[in-house]
């Protein structure tokens, strides 16, 4: 099933995460992960020469973060795709997560960290978080996923912190440019 070929709807999966367990709270974005901290690391990594991601372009995906919803979920977040293999059958394969993100619809489902079901550690946390804001954002690059996910990973460790970014940005060699700094203060200027 390497060179198999999936799908899913967010419906799908939010019905799944709606159906499999009740959402404990709402929230803003900026109220829970997105902050300063975190657009740095995404508009400096987008910012590379080598992505040739023009301002316009770097700030339209990081926007997708600044306006979500995140849905906290009481139950694990069931997710169905249907795959299809090399042999031509489709298969339905199952799994849970601890964030899902809907992009296009600007909603990020997340599990509880601490919930009935067992506690997640940080580092599940983290890891599952820059996964998927990784996947969401460079879906037509997954080579460079990885890259982005330890990335985000750190950051989540360190909870953003701007002084903690700023070095781990200096220390992989990333940049923002002026237009990137404007695009963070003014995001975060009124609230």
Do not use: C
């Amino acid at each position: 099933m390497s060179s198999a070929e999936q799908e899913a709807t967010d419906d799908e999966v939010g019905d799944a995460a709606a159906a499999d367990g009740g959402v404990a709270s709402v929230v803003e974005a900026r109220d829970a992960f997105v902050s300063p901290g975190l657009l740095r690391i995404i508009l400096a990594f987008l910012a590379n020469p080598v992505l040739e991601n023009g301002a316009d372009n770097r700030h339209q995906m990081a926007s997708y973060l600044l306006d979500m919803k995140i849905f906290e979920m009481t139950e694990p977040i069931s997710v169905s795709y249907n795959v299809k293999t090399s042999l031509g059958r489709t298969v339905t394969v199952k799994g849970r997560r601890i964030f899902r993100w809907e992009r296009e619809n600007r909603k990020l489902y997340m599990q509880r960290s601490d919930g009935p079901h067992g506690r997640i550690t940080r580092m599940e946390m983290a890891t599952s978080f820059g996964e998927e804001i990784s996947q969401g954002l460079l879906y037509e690059r997954v080579d460079l996923i990885p890259t982005l996910t330890d990335l985000l990973k750190v950051g989540f460790l360190v909870d953003f912190d701007e002084d903690e970014v700023e070095f781990l940005l200096r220390s992989k060699n990333l940049q923002l440019f002026s237009e990137d700094e404007d695009f963070i203060m003014g995001s975060f200027s009124s609230h």
